[in-house]
């Protein structure tokens, strides 16, 4: 079995649709389809759900308006015989998101739970007329309600999957069905009293990777509008390339740090049921895409990728027993003579527990830059590390480099003074594509 994620850009409009159909139609055997919303959908919920709060009701029914009119056009463009009972299906959302909708005008609050059953709509919307066009084409399909698939803790915005209330039901409900296409919602999921949860912004990559891990599914194909993980964010350098081959720590390190393509917790589940993960371009299907596992084939000595913050916090705390709170975005923490080294993606909260630190522990407190090197086998090839990181100092220019910080086999991170980095990310982007070292 394998499960296979499509992000909002591939199920855009009508003709990405088809073409996710058509992808979809050349596996054979059993597939779980996840999707996420129609690109722009989830951020005109977010819009909307706002302008009910403040009372707008003109703003409230234009945007209704617009949602639903970008579902029913790809069903009018796309279905023949399905299309009245796609309509209907639509129709009937968009009553319920409007009594949604109504009664955070009516309060003028808007919850963290009533915004995630807002977002609902946005996948429950795409999986229908999905469903409806898998159906025209006589696929033997079914869809899922993924609230009834994946239980969540109550943290609405950011809820965490519970493993132990869902894996058995989840693992049954997909075996014992009899299509061979099961479409199903990225994102949301409800908690033990049954209300929508949503797995946070981007979360349709976790729901794929939670399903694959469950199902002990043979692959779980994450599709999107690039051809795989590149070696960098192709908004901020324009020479990237896909990576063909990537180790899960890797991909942990470069989704934590932000790298779009993959929601930050996808790869957990998969470590744990050593699942293979591939990033595969909807536009592109053709191409190799990246394909994620424990150990890549090629065990040599590689940097494969870049990614930068530009605000953080690197504190050097001396203490026998550092008690971080969890809530704080620990980049990384190292350890050297006594003293952790660690570094902090900047917040209110940092502030805060920085300003209540016992400054006789503090040895260093400083606001600064930082950028992370992705690889394998960085520490079997000495002499090549230490020839990179002199050629990435060089690049630093007048810039200081304050810390090399934890040092791993799959991880070189460079603090430097706080500075605009992106200049220096594109400059060592092209050493690592160019691999000049
Ligand atoms: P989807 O809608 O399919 O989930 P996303 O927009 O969430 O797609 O993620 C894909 C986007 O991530 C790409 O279009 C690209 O702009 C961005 N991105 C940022 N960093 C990287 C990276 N290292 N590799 C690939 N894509 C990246
Ligand atoms: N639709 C949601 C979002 O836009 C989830 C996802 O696309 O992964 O964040
Ligand atoms: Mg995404």
Same mark, same amino acid.
């Given at each position: 079995m394998i499960v296979m994620k499509f992000g909002g850009s591939s199920v855009a409009n009508d003709e990405q649709m088809q073409k996710v159909l058509n992808i979809v139609n050349l596996i054979d055997g059993k597939r779980v389809i996840v999707l996420s919303a129609c690109k722009g959908i989830t951020d005109l919920l977010e819009h909307i759900a706002i302008k009910a709060k403040d009372g707008d009701t003109t703003a409230v029914n234009q945007i209704t308006e617009e949602i639903t009119a970008r579902h029913t056009d790809v069903i009018k463009q796309s279905l023949n015989k399905q299309c009245n009972a796609a309509i209907d299906d639509i129709n009937q959302y968009i009553t319920q998101l409007t009594r949604i909708l109504n009664g955070v005008s009516f309060l003028g609050e808007l919850s963290l739970a009533a915004m995630d059953s807002i977002y609902s709509f946005g996948e429950l919307l795409s999986t229908t007329v999905f469903y409806h066009l898998c159906k025209e084409r006589n696929v033997n399909c079914e869809w899922k309600d993924a609230r009834l698939l994946i239980t969540t803790d109550s943290n609405y915005s950011s809820a965490n999957p519970i493993s132990e209330l869902y894996v058995n039901k989840l693992n049954e409900t997909i075996r014992s069905s009899t299509a061979d296409v099961i479409i199903t919602q990225g994102f949301i999921a409800s908690n033990e009293n049954g209300r929508t949860t949503t797995l946070?912004? =981007?979360g349709s990559d976790l729901t794929a990777s939670l399903i694959g891990a469950a199902i002990n599914a043979d692959e779980i194909q994450i599709w999107t509008d690039?051809? =795989?993980?590149?070696?960098?964010?192709p908004n901020k350098c324009d020479d990237t390339i896909p990576i063909e081959f990537l180790s899960y720590k890797e991909v942990k390190d470069l989704s934590f740090w932000g790298a779009k393509v993959l929601h930050p917790q996808t790869i957990m589940p998969a470590i744990e049921c050593n699942n293979i993960v591939k990033v595969l371009n909807t536009n592109n299907p053709t191409a190799k895409g990246t394909t994620i596992t424990a150990v890549p084939p090629e065990n040599k000595f590689t940097i494969n990728s870049i990614i930068g913050k530009q605000n953080c916090h690197l504190l050097g705390i001396m203490s026998n027993h550092l008690n971080i709170p969890s809530s704080l975005p620990v980049l990384r923490i190292g350890y050297s003579n006594y003293v952790y080294n660690v570094l902090l993606d900047d917040n209110e909260e940092v502030a805060e527990f920085v300003k209540n630190l016992n400054r006789s522990e503090v040895t260093l407190d400083t606001t600064a830059s930082a950028i992370l090197l992705a690889g394998q086998n960085l520490l079997n090839e000495p002499i090549r590390l230490t020839k990179f990181i002199a050629t990435t100092a060089q690049l630093l220019g007048d810039i200081k480099l304050r810390q090399l910080l934890c040092f791993s086999d799959n991880s070189i991170i460079l603090v430097v003074?706080?500075?605009?980095?992106d200049p220096i990310i594109r400059s060592i982007h092209k050493v690592i594509v160019r691999k000049q070292y």
């Open positions: 946070g912004r =981007g690039v051809d =795989g993980v590149l070696t960098a964010d003074e706080k500075c605009d980095i």
